[in-house]
């Protein structure tokens, strides 16, 4: 019986770092030309890195690529490499989440049951009358509050 590490079948077959920098290179070099252009740069390409190309091919070959490896490369540097951005964009830092009070939302919940049947702006002002505490222009009760409201009136 075969082994089940032998028996799994690659789907995605990867170019080495070398070829996919050269072909990011030729990408970026003839990034605006327009397709006659550029596949008439293919083919000059392609002629010049014969050796890259023949041992990439073998390569994937040998991991069970059945694919044109050159059809592979053209439009992985025509639709890929050409359009991707130089420049690695760095993720925004998320601010810290501020949870509220529990006391505070527990004493939401139970204005919210019994104004439920209000519109939940006119539901907050009384909530801050009955609550001096609060204050009605922190915008984060008041979104605490309505989004509250929306949930309970859903349960409905």
Request: net charge negative; aromatic share 12%; glycine share 2%.
């Amino acid at each position: 019986m075969e082994d089940e590490r032998d028996a799994k079948m690659m789907f995605r077959y990867k170019f080495t770092d070398a070829c996919m920098e050269e072909l990011n290179a030729f990408a970026k070099l003839h990034q605006y030309d327009d397709r006659h252009d550029f596949k008439e740069a293919w083919t000059e390409w392609t002629e010049s890195q014969e050796e890259l190309i023949l041992s990439e091919t073998e390569r994937l070959n040998q991991l069970g690529y059945s694919g044109d490896v050159l059809d592979k490369m053209f439009k992985s540097a025509r639709y890929y490499f050409r359009k991707k951005p130089l420049v690695v964009t760095v993720p925004k830092e998320r601010k810290k989440y501020d949870k509220a009070d529990r006391n505070i939302l527990e004493s939401i919940d139970s204005h919210v049951q019994e104004h439920l049947r209000e519109k939940p702006s006119a539901g907050f002002l009384d909530f801050c009358e009955k609550h001096p505490e609060v204050d009605k222009d922190d915008s984060k009760v008041k979104k605490t509050y309505k989004n509250r409201h929306y949930s309970a009136s859903l349960k409905i």
